[in-house]
């Protein structure tokens, strides 16, 4: 089956109201990925860390070929969100409240670091951004209260 992915972004004000600007695609890429979650573009631009609901990381290359997958995974993870600071790719895994690290170059899982934040199965933490000049993580929940949490 195949799957496509689009690329867009938005902005968000905190407290102003902007008019909704319609956004158009500039390129549909065809994946082999089922039920992507979240895509990153790697810091040299030349290939994407894509993570799946079923739990599953891969690394494609700009037209969408899968080029390496991740081993390990159960098949039960819940991977929502997926980032990388150059060395390592951090993924957000929503149901056990967990960021798994892998080594970029390999791909392979090197840690898995603990988050302390509790509510229902599904309405854990959806986002996660590396932010490199405070050397901190930033993830964002899906549901009310929508909370922001820095570590």
């Known amino acids: 089956m195949k799957k496509t ?17 319609k956004l158009k695609p500039i390129q549909w890429i065809p994946l082999q990925i089922h039920e992507s979650s979240d895509i990153c573009l790697s810091p040299d631009g030349n290939h994407f860390f894509i993570v799946d609901d079923g739990g599953k990381l891969y690394e494609t290359d700009l ?35 967990i960021v798994l690290v892998y080594d970029a170059a390999t791909l392979t899982r090197t840690r898995v670091i603990p988050l302390f934040y509790s509510g229902a199965r599904n309405e854990g933490f959806e986002s996660i951004t590396f932010n490199p000049e405070k050397k901190t993580f930033i993830l964002i929940t899906e549901k009310d ?7």
């Open 5 to 21: 992915i689009f690329i867009a972004g938005f902005f968000f004000l905190g407290g102003v109201s902007i008019k909704p600007v």
């Open 63 to 97: 037209t969408g070929k899968v080029t390496k997958e991740a081993a390990g995974h159960s098949g039960d993870d819940d991977f929502e969100a997926v980032c990388t600071d150059g060395k390592d790719i951090y993924v957000m895994e929503e149901t056990a409240r």
């Open 145 to 151: 209260p929508v909370l922001i949490r820095e570590y």
